[in-house]
T-cell receptor, first 114, second 117 residues
Framework: GENVGLHLPTLSVQEGDNSIINCAYSNSASDYFIWYKQESGKGPQFIIDIRSNMDKRQGQRVTVLLNKTVKHLSLQIAATQPGDSAVYFCAENSYGGSQGNLIFGKGTKLSVKP | ETGVTQSPTHLIKTRGQQVTLRCSSQ?????VSWYQQALGQGPQFIFQYYREEENGRGNFPPRFSGLQFPNYSSELNVNALELDDSALYLC????????????????FGPGTRLLVL
């Protein structure tokens, strides 16, 4: 399958530990943010999203934090499992801009050691 | 699985040729966006289709064009292929945002891997 992880920042964690993946976004006008997971040979899979009127949102084992002051987004994965190994992308979108114009970050490769 | 399907899964073309990639959106979604993902990079927005019309375009030349059909499926056409067009082409579908309102989540298909020789 394709290797989407070439030349990407890598985070290596032990199974069962918590993972934190960080992302700096570019546009202060962005008001919608999404985290995607991409496994080798597959398309990006939606994990969780957050709008700019919130600073934290929780899902199942995942939490997204948004700091608009410093334009920073993070994804926390609790009790990381081997199946969480993938490349993680943050994406931003702007209210009033093109509906489709998701701007993706460079991605972080998460490697989970059993 | 998202319910977004793409065909073909892989394709090999030579420089100068033309290619058509296809996408079927998830049930209930009438907006389709196309992205290009080079190896080791994040996806880059090409364009979006809504109600059979282009609804936004990224920084791609006119030889990248598209269509959307009444059943909301979509095609991406690339003319005069160049070596740098080699990439994974992703289709994403979404519900339309409320007029002047919030963005909707985009759900991606598995992609078409295009290799230009």
């Amino acid at each position: 399958g394709e290797n989407v992880g070439l030349h990407l920042p890598t985070l290596s964690v032990q199974e069962g530990d918590n993972s934190i993946i960080n992302c700096a976004y570019s546009n202060s006008a962005s008001d919608y943010f999404i985290w995607y997971k991409q496994e080798s040979g597959k398309g990006p899979q939606f994990i969780i999203d957050i709008r700019s009127n919130m600073d934290k949102r929780q899902g199942q084992r995942v939490t997204v934090l948004l700091n608009k002051t410093v334009k920073h987004l993070s994804l926390q994965i609790a009790a990381t499992q081997p199946g969480d190994s993938a490349v993680y992308f943050c994406a931003e979108n702007s209210y009033g801009g093109s509906q489709g114009n998701l701007i993706f970050g460079k991605g972080t490769k998460l490697s989970v050691k059993p | 699985e998202t319910g977004v399907t793409q065909s073909p899964t892989h394709l090999i073309k030579t420089r100068g040729q033309q290619v058509t990639l296809r996408c079927s959106s998830q049930s209930g979604h009438n907006t389709v966006s196309w992205y290009q993902q080079a190896l080791g990079q994040g996806p880059q927005f090409i364009f979006q289709y809504y109600r059979e019309e282009e609804n936004g375009r990224g920084n791609f030349p006119p030889r990248f064009s598209g269509l959307q059909f009444p059943n909301y499926s979509s095609e991406l056409n690339v003319n005069a292929l160049e070596l740098d067009d080699s990439a994974l082409y992703l289709c994403a579908s979404s519900r339309p945002g409320l007029a002047g309102g919030q963005q909707e989540t985009q759900y991606f298909g598995p992609g078409t891997r295009l290799l230009v020789l």
